[in-house]
């Protein structure tokens, strides 16, 4: 309770002070390194100085948050290469990714309907119902205006695998990047989140109309196709709308997770919106997510998504990568009543092939993440705290993964010749 209250007063005596959360940001700097800072959007406060000694004064937290923060951001990034593009790949993977489809959090929920309903759907109805009154009841979560979360990661690339060998990671606990993140949500579909990891920091962000993600190596882009939640904000943040993003979803069956007997949910995103996100050479063929809701409980205690992208361009052959995310939400509790998941685990496979028979490569991500402080309704916070960075580019950016430099292959012309479109996944 201490350090919400640090929180709140922090926050409010910015307000009282009448310091808009536009006016804190500041032009992009150069990092001695030769990477841009890019442009912080309040309500977060900015990375640290060009000496690395101060961190300005547009602070959106208490003091201890502030100075761990400080920390992340200020790190001082590896020199080594592997290491720079190991990272590049874990941050454009598992930064920012995007849930599968549009849904808005004014939305209303729909009622339970048995007749002439097919029981894969009716079933699912019935399954969000049980989460929703889980996690809170629907009340109180259509009385949240706002939300703030904050918390740890650990991240590390655990194993690649080609068609010869398969590298693991020795000591991967301490080979991993440690850093944190912050989230802002507000109604109507406005979010924004940084990640500092490594030295290094990933931002994204919705206005409600566009959603765009700014990267130390490709700047500020827009996302294509239609508005879509943060996936980070689905595993165990929002319960509004999680329910909602499996509105349409039907329940496909049982399975135990962790000892745990679970219902599956299935979502799969229909072939407009996948085309509305796809650019360029890279298109987008399926996206599937499934949502495991424990028996017990409730409550939702694994996600797994798996899109696939085709990208081909003229006179070259096609080459396909099969991105999946599997995540775990653990450590439920009670946040001003609504049940939050503290803790959680996420393995990433990114899997390409194509050309030959031979030449796919395979390479495993892991993220564990810890929520240190989550806070509703938080005085202040404005549409101004969601404006996109002024530095904005209009060429959007695509949803294949920033491909590491030993498994382009042939596709590396592809990469290079579509740089500017084909960036991290969404």
């Known amino acids: 309770m201490e350090r919400k209250q640090g929180f709140f007063s922090a926050l409010k005596d910015e307000v009282i002070r009448g310091l808009s959360p536009v006016r804190s940001r500041r032009r992009p700097k150069l990092l001695t390194d030769g ?22 004064e547009s602070k959106r937290a208490g003091s201890g948050i502030g100075l761990w ?16 593009s190991d990272l590049r790949l874990l941050l454009g993977v598992m930064g920012a990714p995007l849930a599968p489809v549009h849904v808005s959090s004014v939305d209303p929920f729909p009622h339970l309907c048995i007749k002439d309903t097919p029981i894969e759907t009716s079933s699912a109805q019935y399954i969000l119902q049980q989460y929703t009154a889980a996690s809170g009841g629907q009340k109180l ?14 991240m590390v690339a655990s194993e690649l695998e080609t068609a010869s060998r398969v590298v693991k990671h020795k000591h991967v606990v301490g080979a991993a990047d440690t850093g944190g993140f912050v989230l802002w949500q507000m109604n109507p579909d406005m979010w924004y989140v940084e990640l500092a990891v490594g ?20 700047g500020s882009r827009t996302a294509k196709g239609p508005v879509r939640p943060l996936r980070r904000a689905l595993q165990g943040l929002d319960p509004r709308t999680t329910a909602s993003m499996f509105t349409d979803a039907k329940c496909v069956g049982e399975k135990k997770i962790n000892g745990e007997d679970c219902f599956i949910l299935k979502l799969t995103a229909d072939p407009q919106t996948l085309k509305a996100r796809s650019e ?17 409980t409730g409550l939702i205690v694994h996600m797994e998504d798996s899109h696939l992208t085709r990208i081909q361009a003229t006179g070259t052959d096609a080459v396909y990568w099969e991105t999946t995310i599997n995540s775990s939400m653990d450590d439920y509790r009670s946040v001003e009543g609504v049940m939050i998941a503290h803790s959680g685990h996420s393995v990433v496979t990114l899997f390409r092939f194509g050309e030959m028979a031979m030449s796919h490569t395979k390479t495993r991500m892991e993220e564990a993440w810890t929520i240190e402080e989550v806070a509703f309704n938080v005085p202040g916070l404005s549409i101004d ?9 209009s060429a959007p950016f695509s949803e294949t993964s920033d491909f590491p430099g030993g498994e382009r292959g042939k596709s590396g012309l592809v990469v290079a010749s579509h740089r500017a479109k084909v960036a991290a996944l969404g």
């Open 385 to 393: 705290c969601f404006i996109p960075p002024a530095d904005l580019k």
């Open 280 to 296: 360029g050479p890279a298109e987008i063929i399926r996206h599937v997510l499934f949502g495991y809701f424990s028996q017990k």
């Open 69 to 84: 923060m400080k920390g992340q951001l200020s790190r001082a990034p590896s020199v080594g290469a592997k290491y720079r």
């Open 199 to 218: 030295g290094s920091k990933v931002q994204a962000g919705c206005n409600g109309n566009l959603v765009w993600r700014h990267t130390p190596w490709l």
């Open 141 to 154: 979560q259509n009385s949240i205006k706002n939300a703030y979360a904050m918390g740890k990661v650990k």
């Open 35 to 56: 990477s841009l800072t890019g442009e912080t959007l309040a309500p977060l406060y900015e990375g640290p100085d060009q000496d690395g000694s101060e961190l300005g």
